[in-house]
């Protein structure tokens, strides 16, 4: 889809789940930088007003606050029609809210891979579909009210056209990890939703971005859920996640999501961990799978009673390790400046 000159995105209408921390308050923040008008939500709802002060203290013009599951059966008309009260439309929809089960496939259950779905597919999928309507006819009447049976606004301009969906997936979506196979599967599932998106909806004028992340500075370690012997999974996990050769600040990330947003890339893979990753697995895959397996045999295995779903601060408790603390610094600076709850 070529790049056109109303493409700027100030004044649009923005929806961005899981935006109360982490990544999606980034996005969000950027959203909101560029001259957006933002409405944010996630489930909890004093973590989502926390998010919203953040919000309004660094300037944002406007910011709108719901809270709701998004795997709710009624969240995506919720969601849409909030943002059509408050801003008149829709522009951007940005699917990102997701969750992440850390642990060997023995220690998960069917209804770990049932709420990865739910939660990273199937509410992504109701949010595109009720919002598209919305997307098609480019948000809203500017700078008058709105006309009968959706014609021409009085007084102003009826902008068509031109809507935009991001789908925040992962290397995880490309490249499927050992230990983290509730989220790969997921991860699969949305991002080939994304990429069908992009060519059924480009002769619409609606544009899809697939986003593929490696591993970023997002504090999410502290909210992940561990299983099988969670303080061990903690250690790699979130060590990998807190090197910065491995990871990527996270504000320079959702810049990159942004700016991608804005000039209609069809995808954008982040971090030059992932770029080779993805290369090697479309030349090499079967290389790629052979390392894999490499490195599931160096990872903890479930136990004879394995625990399930500790969370991640409760795991690093479990661990104890200074030098994991150590190496997670970054990654802590980031969950306590992003909103991320660290306190036990």
Known sequence: MAHRSDDRLEGKAALVTGSSRGLGLLIARELARRGCRVLICARDGAELGRAERMLCAEGAREVRALACDVTGPSAARRLVD??????????????????????????MTEADFREAMETMYFAPLRLVLEALPVLREGGRERGG???????RARGGRRE????????????GGRVAAPHILPYAGAKFALTGLSQG?????????VSVTTVVPGLMRTGSHTAARFSGQPAREYAWFAASAGLPLLSMDAERAARAIVRAAERRRPEVVLTPVAKAAVRLHGIAPATTTRALTLGARLLPRAGPDPDH???????????????????????????????????P
């Open 145 to 151: 009210e709105r006309g009968e049976g959706g014609g």
């Open 82 to 107: 909030a943002a059509r009260s408050a801003f008149g439309g829709l522009d951007i929809l940005v699917n990102n809210a997701g969750i992440i089960q850390v642990g060997p496939v023995t220690a």
């Open 197 to 205: 998106l992009r060519a059924e909806l480009a002769a619409e004028g």
């Open 309 to 343: 779903a500790v969370p991640g601060r409760r795991a690093a408790r479990l661990l104890g390790s200074a030098a994991v603390d150590r190496v997670t610094t970054l990654n802590d600076r980031a969950a306590r400046r992003l909103n991320q709850r660290v306190e």
């Open 160 to 171: 068509r056209g031109g809507g935009r969906i991001v789908t925040i997936a992962s290397l």
